[in-house]
């Protein structure tokens, strides 16, 4: 007998939000700032999953990455932030659930300014859930000063200025925890240099195989799933390292498996496009020209 299944359960509105997870009211229909020690949800009210049509940002205390990491020397243990874009799919949480601080913001309380075009170009709300942004004692404190700013906000003034202002300390936010992921990058080169390695043994390991030719050009998303990532997060990452995102870095080596079996045999430009993966020659000869400014054929004959 098949097990019965339920479509996730919708959230588009705030009040239904507060209100399944058993919280007062909203005390604004489009951003909300809640403890969630507060959250108590509502029985036979939700299904496995769930999916919300707000911005949403957790900040967890007393989580730790270094388990889930393994890098003892790099990650904080006061708490970490975690961040997803509206129409994310989540779990129903069970019932031992973290302490900490749930920030929501429906897109329309964007509207008219310019951060409903920035929020999207912050990559973190694309991160997986294991690829938090944990944070010092220090960062710790900014990120509450902010969140008690707001909290503030709501509670005691809804004015002509409420607006203003709480856009100002969201853009305000996002920016230290742009910053702060952009340090969390950093301290943590070490064990990002060996997942550099890591991505330069799997690329090696695609072209020498016949992995290319059989499966096509290896993508982002490949990479990411190798090495337990998502893509948001290793592109920001190797940026961080190497001033290039995941596609410009899998583009880099394939620029440098195309000079070697250029420089090293006599297959034809057609062959080696279809070993690397192309469908067309012609696209493998725009692509070469275009990072090395010389044609495979061109660059073939600098070597006779």
């Not at 998303?221 to 390292?241: F, K």
Request: glycine share 4%; net charge neutral; with cysteine.
């Amino acid at each position: 007998m098949k097990k019965e299944t339920h479509s996730p359960r919708r959230f588009d509105s705030l009040s239904d939000f507060h209100r399944v997870f058993g919280l007062p009211k909203p005390l604004h229909p489009m951003i909300s700032f809640t403890d969630l020690k507060d959250v108590h949800i509502q029985p036979n009210e939700l299904a496995d999953t769930f999916v919300l049509d707000f911005y949403k940002i957790v900040y967890k205390i007393n989580v730790s990455g270094k388990a889930k990491y393994g890098q003892h020397h790099y990650d904080f243990g006061e708490g970490g932030l975690v961040f997803s874009a509206p129409r994310q799919l989540f779990e129903t949480p069970g019932s031992k659930r973290p302490s900490g601080y749930l920030l929501l913001i429906h897109p329309d309380f964007l509207l008219s300014y310019p951060l409903a075009k920035k929020i999207r170009q912050y990559g973190f709300f694309s991160y997986s859930a294991n690829e938090a942004l944990y944070l010092s004692d220090q960062e710790k404190n900014t990120i509450m000063s902010i969140f008690s700013i707001i909290d503030e906000e709501l509670k005691s003034r809804i004015d002509d200025f409420s607006h203003d202002v709480l856009i100002s300390q969201l853009e305000l936010l996002l920016n230290y925890c742009n910053r702060f992921y952009k340090r969390q990058f950093i301290t943590r080169k070490a064990v990002s240099h060996d997942l550099l390695q890591k991505l330069d043994d799997l690329l090696e390991d695609y072209f020498n195989h016949s992995k290319s030719s059989e499966q096509g050009l290896p993508t982002v998303q490949y990479l990411a799933e190798h090495v337990n990532l998502s893509p948001s997060y290793l592109s920001d990452m190797l940026r961080s390292l190497t001033g290039q995102n995941a596609q410009q870095h899998i583009h880099q080596k394939l620029i440098e498996k195309a000079k070697e079996k250029l420089s090293t045999t006599e297959h034809t430009i057609s062959e080696i496009a279809y070993a690397l993966g192309f469908e067309h020659p012609q696209s493998f000869s725009k692509l070469f020209k275009t990072k090395t400014r010389l044609s495979p054929l061109e660059f073939r004959q600098s070597f006779n």
